[in-house]
């Protein structure tokens, strides 16, 4: 089954402990990409990778980091949470002949 | 920098009743997708539009792309309880240029 997985799906931590937030698709995908979803501003893009060892800032990258280290891995850092990140995450892949992008289930973080 | 607005942000109908959400881009686009996210759900893919004002239909939903591509629409006919959710339309400028809407979330009262 194609599909993307996120975990933890959910997160409580303190400000300032640094968390990773894993992201894997199964489909060969090249594209890749990190989304903030928060109410009233739908999503926001955090990161993105075109491809293995490229990636790129989204319009948010800010706090974040993230690396393509393989093509089926995205992972996205908080090398120092604060509670203006506590969000619902969203990782998805989008391949290079398509334009459907797939999202994962959602990672909700609550920094306090 | 690129501007992606959907109207209404909230909209609450009456099973049966019909709804149409609308999406403007600041920038002309290249292509425009629509995705639904119910509660508790993550967005799925809907329908893509590329063609200057293009329509496509899928059940009782019904797309446009404007002639301009700056706008689209999302209409649903007769609203069914299984539509609640909120909409998202996502302009495309090129491939790795993606800006999401704020949404739509629709209720349907049964």
């Known amino acids: 089954e194609a599909q993307v997985t996120q975990n933890p799906r959910y997160l409580i931590t303190v400000t300032g402990k640094k968390l990773t937030v894993t992201c894997s698709q199964n489909?060969?995908?090249?594209?890749m990409s990190w989304y903030r979803q928060d109410p009233g501003l739908g999503l926001r893009q955090i990161y993105y990778?075109?491809?293995?060892?490229?990636?790129d800032k989204g319009d948010v990258p800010e706090g974040y980091k993230v690396s393509r280290k393989e093509k089926r891995n995205f992972p996205l850092i908080l090398e120092s949470p604060s509670p203006n990140q506590t969000s619902l995450y969203f990782c998805a892949s989008l391949g290079v002949s398509s334009y459907e992008q797939y999202f994962g289930p959602g990672t909700r973080l609550t920094v306090t | 920098g690129q501007q992606v607005m959907q109207i209404p942000q909230y909209q609450h109908v009456q099973e049966g009743e019909d709804f149409t959400t609308y999406c403007n881009s600041s920038?002309?686009?290249?292509?425009i997708q629509w995705y639904k996210q119910r509660p508790g759900g993550h967005p799925v893919f809907l329908i893509q539009l590329v063609k200057s004002g293009e329509v496509k239909k899928q059940k009782r939903l019904t797309f446009q792309f404007g002639e301009a591509k700056k706008n689209s629409s999302l209409h649903i006919t007769a609203t069914q309880t299984t539509d609640v959710g909120t909409y998202f339309c996502a302009g495309q400028t090129s491939y790795d240029k993606v800006i999401f809407g704020p949404g739509t979330s629709l209720s349907v009262i049964p």
């Open positions: 920038t002309t686009l290249s292509n």
């Open positions: 489909m060969n995908h090249e594209y």
């Open positions: 990778s075109m491809n293995v060892e490229v990636t």
